[in-house]
């Protein structure tokens, strides 16, 4: 079975309708700078129509520890996802499952374009 994840849900119906196709996780952006941001309160509403067996995933980029350790105390149950400059101490601080992104300019250099 392959693993599908859809990030970026800011309204029931559209997260209704992916879980109802089979994703496996469902993303929610905590960066305010992103079109399609939500807040940790607004995250924590959509989590709550989410069916069995679909994980929720915070995204976030660079946010203090502060706001992911909020996210966690109203989605507990979530992966974490970081998209920003945070080092490995940094997301491992959480003792909780993360992923980390990696941007290409990041991974190959700036040389490699």
């Not at 998209?83 to 490995?88: I, R």
Request: charged share 20%; hydrophobic share 40%; glycine share 4%.
């Amino acid at each position: 079975m392959t693993a599908v994840k859809i990030c970026g849900f800011t309204q029931e119906q559209d997260l209704i309708n992916a879980c109802n196709s089979g994703i496996s996780a469902a993303g929610f952006v905590l960066y305010t700078k992103s079109p399609r941001a939500v807040t940790i309160e607004r995250a924590a509403q959509l989590c709550s129509v989410l069916p069995p067996f679909v994980c929720p995933v915070l995204l976030f980029v660079n946010a203090p520890a502060a706001e992911v350790l909020q996210a966690l105390q109203l989605i507990p149950n979530a992966l974490l996802q970081f998209h920003g400059d945070e080092d490995a101490d940094y997301c491992e601080q959480f003792h909780h499952p993360f992923l980390k992104a990696r941007s290409e300019e990041r991974r190959v250099g700036k040389e490699c374009r």
